[in-house]
């Protein structure tokens, strides 16, 4: 089945230690975003690409990295700069430039302890 | 500019109609879109309109867009458990970019 992945689903990290979440999609769409979701706040772009090897940077872009060295997977690394990086991380991908259809992983939440 | 706002609680009986509401500020959009997320899961896309609509039907669920207004709101008829969810007003603002509203939690009760 053609779909979007995200993993993990829960992930734990400590304080300083950065952390990368996965994103795969087979669908073969060209752009992949990441959001993050905060309780009340909706959802915040963070990094988006629409090709390969090409990225630009969201709303909230400080403190997070991505790559995208495949059209398949679009990694999102939390680094240690980010100041709360505790939230709930969505991947989305979308066809191509005329339709913003966009299919949505299941999420990672993320908890820094 | 992108701005898009939406109340953040709904409260419904089982079986009344819900009527979530959503205002956006980006007067060129082209489409509007609402996506629903459940519980631990991303989000689904439910509807969306072309803005040279007024009205969209699509079985339970009708979609009402006020272009002057930049007013949207999405009807829910006959609300059932299963329509518990958080609900979200998007506008495409351009061709690779969606803003997303805060989100409206819908709670049914019986």
């Known amino acids: 089945d053609g779909g979007i992945t995200q993993s993990p689903k829960y992930l734990f990290r400590k304080e300083g230690q950065n952390v990368t979440l996965s994103c795969e999609q087979n669908?073969?769409?060209?752009?992949m975003y990441w959001y993050r979701q905060d309780p009340g706040q909706g959802l915040r772009l963070i990094y988006y690409?629409?090709?390969?090897?090409?990225?630009q940077k969201g709303d909230i872009a400080e403190g997070y990295s991505v790559s995208r060295e495949k059209k398949e997977s679009f990694p999102l690394t939390v680094t240690s700069a980010q100041k709360n990086p505790t939230a709930f991380y969505l991947c989305?991908?979308?066809?191509?430039?005329?339709?913003?259809?966009?299919?949505f992983g299941q999420g990672t939440r993320l908890t820094v302890v | 500019g992108e701005d898009v706002e939406q109340s953040l609680f709904l409260s419904v009986r089982e079986g009344d109609s819900s009527v979530i509401n959503c205002t956006y500020t980006?007067?060129?959009?082209?489409?509007l879109y609402w996506y629903k997320q459940e519980p631990g899961a991303g989000l689904q896309l439910l509807t969306y309109?072309?803005?040279?609509?007024d009205m969209k039907q699509d079985q339970r669920l009708t979609v009402l867009l006020n272009k002057k207004d930049k007013h949207l709101s999405l009807r829910i008829a006959d609300t059932q458990t299963g329509d518990s969810a958080i609900y979200f007003c998007?506008?495409?603002?351009?061709?690779?970019?969606?803003?997303f509203g805060a989100g409206t939690t819908v709670t049914v009760r019986a």
């Open positions: 998007a506008e495409k603002v351009n061709d690779y970019k969606l803003s």
């Open positions: 989305a991908s979308i066809p191509d430039h005329g339709n913003t259809e966009a299919f």
């Open positions: 980006d007067s060129s959009s082209t489409y």
């Open positions: 690409s629409q090709i390969v090897n090409d990225f």
């Open positions: 669908l073969n769409h060209d752009a």
């Open positions: 309109i072309f803005s040279n609509m």
